[in-house]
């Protein structure tokens, strides 16, 4: 699935109170959420039984809207980043019988040695209403695109008749000059999990 990442490579200063806070966000929420992310089978490709239905799609996100950045005083161009994007699917995925229309993005970005380590969450909202959850993991080859970023993507949660979703993949796209981000998408989801199949 294709899906835009909001890597704003250039991302507001911050002083002050402004810097503290989100400093404190970062230790306290992003980096255990980045720890407990590469222990999970997300980093190996988690493996799915069962009747599988195959899904891929495209997305592209918009330059981040919410951009934050830390340099880490360890080394030169060693920073942590916190961005927020607005994602269309111009290849909408589809899930029994809805399809993503428009998604959210947060991603916790490590910014090192020339390259971007990604983990984030993407927020989809379906033609019907209801959304999904998507968890991702990945990289940007060079801190400015036009560049390649791959990684891998797993359901997390859904409402409605989506709630127990399960379900993953890879993706792989492109960050563009500009800062916006397409990605491609594909994967399998196991319909038997959900409340809608459920007999």
Avoid at 37 to 44: I, P
Avoid at 140 to 163: D, Y
């Amino acid at each position: 699935m294709t899906k835009r990442m909001s890597l704003s490579l250039s991302p507001r200063s911050l002083s002050g109170s402004h810097l503290c806070g989100v400093v404190l966000f970062l230790w306290l929420f992003c980096f255990p959420l980045c720890l407990a992310a590469q222990d999970t089978d997300l980093d190996k490709g988690e493996t799915f039984t069962g009747n599988l239905v195959k899904v891929e799609g495209e997305i592209r996100c918009q330059k981040p809207d919410v951009a934050h950045s830390v340099e880490v005083p360890d080394r030169p161009g060693h920073a942590l980043m916190l961005l927020q994007r607005q994602c269309t699917w111009t290849k909408p995925l589809a899930i029994l019988d809805a399809k993503a229309k428009t998604g959210v993005a947060v991603d916790f970005i490590e910014k090192a040695e020339g390259m971007l380590h990604v983990h984030g969450f993407e927020v989809e909202t379906l033609d019907n209403g209801e959304k999904l959850t998507m968890r991702t993991m990945g990289q940007v080859l060079a801190e400015k695109g036009p560049m390649s970023t791959k990684g891998r993507w797993s359901f997390m949660r859904g409402t409605g008749k989506f709630k127990g979703i399960k379900g993953g993949g890879t993706y792989e796209g492109t960050l563009e000059a500009d800062d916006s981000l397409t990605l491609s998408l594909e994967g399998v989801y196991v319909p038997a999990e959900m409340v809608g199949e459920k007999k």
